[in-house]
């Protein structure tokens, strides 16, 4: 132990000095048993004034009982936050990544989730994880990408929160799909309600709106489908008879035509008062 | 909020209305117009290379809202109006369903006319049916300058007998 005081000649030992070196051991306790070779038993006893808990071991196998954990043989494993917060959200526990290269899109940090399985392994389980998908400096946005397990392969992304708000599920159903469930293929990919002279009341993921006659309209959507296999459901709106029917000829990825016409027979296009639509298909 | 006006090679007008939630944060209007025009272009390419006026959708928004003869606008000098001699036709078109309906209305009486009815009144069944169809080709709506004219216009309808 290096030496905290040295006296010299015909100086006094006050108490005040045997008072500061014992509260210098006291609070650095662990210091005294730095480097620790063996195990450490606080023995129900709380370790406080702790700065920071650093690992020096780098092993990236989580399963194979060398990467650096905190364990708990049972219960639950708390992290809490004691203030004065009354309407404001704690964060009592944070995971920060840094790194030592040049950030880039993608880079991000989550938390891994670990259980055993059948094999009495643990394996992952799931992930969380915050992505970047833009790292400019002051102009960062993120994502959160949950990542889950399936079939016993390595995690997969099954759906995002993006930082604009929306939701992504990462996936197609498969059959039969399960029940009350978000998919890729059960998610509207536009709907509008607007009148007969392209005047757009509300809408989702439209462009534009072009009155090409009486009872002819081409909607031009924002984000193309991936194909011309969509679906368009709609009714036209009108105080006498009406039917709306989609032009064959006028469906691209980006557009369509619909057609609405009167009762008349032979029947004439003729405009309803508003049309309602919507589409389902693959982007 | 602006409207495009495109015309095809025969005349007639494509309007084109912007969708309000399609602007991006912080567009300005002539951009968001732009930008709608060029992917509206882009996703119907077979209008590509029709002439384009944009307006101000208050200026056109009287006449967007006459739907009655809309197939005949057409873009002059960069003005949306009616093209009047498409007008008429259109209005001959509705003179003719007009007739094409009565005269639908009039085939069970002639029939009737025919199976009951005495000499005369078959005779007068029959020119009133001929009257009908001489209908059309006696109008002339050449004389009538303006839509809401043209949409007043009615024919001398022959009386059944």
């Known amino acids: 132990m290096a030496a905290v005081k040295t006296f010299l000649a015909a100086e006094v030992l006050f108490a005040s000095d045997l008072n500061q070196l014992n509260t210098n051991i006291l609070n650095n306790a662990l210091s005294l048993i730095s480097p620790l070779t063996g195990n450490l038993a606080a023995g129900d006893n709380d370790i406080t004034g702790l700065d920071e808990l650093q690992f020096t071991n780098a092993a990236a196998d989580p399963t194979a009982g060398t990467t650096p954990r905190l364990r708990n043989n049972a219960g639950t494993f708390k992290v809490r936050v004691q203030d004065a917060r009354t309407a404001t959200t704690a964060r009592p526990f944070g995971v920060i990544a840094d790194t030592s290269g040049a950030p880039a899109a993608s880079l991000g940090v989550g938390v891994l989730f670990e259980a055993e399985s059948a094999d009495e392994v643990p394996s992952s389980f799931g992930a969380l994880d915050f992505v970047a998908s833009d790292i400019g400096a002051g102009t960062e946005d993120t994502d959160l990408v949950i990542m889950a397990r399936t079939a016993g392969a390595a995690l997969a992304e099954v759906g995002r929160a993006t930082s604009l708000g929306g939701y992504t599920p990462a996936a197609n159903s498969t059959s039969p799909p399960a029940a009350h469930t978000l998919y890729r293929d059960n998610v509207p990919k536009f709907w509008l309600r607007c009148g007969v002279a392209a005047d757009v009341t509300d809408s989702f993921n439209i462009t534009s709106v072009a009155d090409t006659g009486a009872g002819l309209v081409t909607v031009t959507i924002d984000r193309d489908f991936a194909n011309t296999t969509y679906v368009v459901v709609g009714v036209p709106v009108a105080a006498t008879m009406r039917s709306l029917q989609v032009d064959a000829s006028g469906i691209a990825a980006g557009s369509f035509q619909a057609d609405c016409f009167n009762g008349d027979n032979p029947p004439i296009t003729q405009d309803p008062t508003t049309y309602m639509l919507a589409g389902y298909g693959d982007q | ?161």
Do not use: C
Request: aromatic residues 4%; without cysteine; positive net charge.
């Open chain 2, 1 to 161: 909020m602006h409207v495009h006006l495109l015309t095809r090679p025969d005349g007639s007008v494509i309007v084109v209305g912007l969708a309000p939630k399609a602007r991006r944060d912080g567009e300005a209007d002539a951009t968001f117009a732009a930008r709608v025009l060029a992917r509206t272009l882009e996703a119907n390419p077979a209008w590509k290379d029709f002439p384009v006026v944009t307006v101000e959708r208050a200026t056109v928004e009287p006449l967007l809202a006459n739907r009655r003869f809309r197939n005949a606008w057409t873009v002059t000098a960069g003005v949306l109006t009616h093209d009047m001699v498409k007008a008429r036709a259109l209005r001959l078109t509705e003179i003719r369903a007009e007739r094409d309906r009565r005269l639908a209305t009039s085939d069970a009486p002639m029939l009737r006319t025919q199976e009951t009815g005495t000499g005369p009144q078959i005779a007068a069944m029959t020119a009133y049916r001929q009257q009908l169809r001489d209908v059309p080709q006696a109008i002339d709506l050449s004389g009538i300058a303006t839509p809401d004219a043209l949409a007043a216009f009615e024919p001398t309808w022959p009386v059944s007998p």
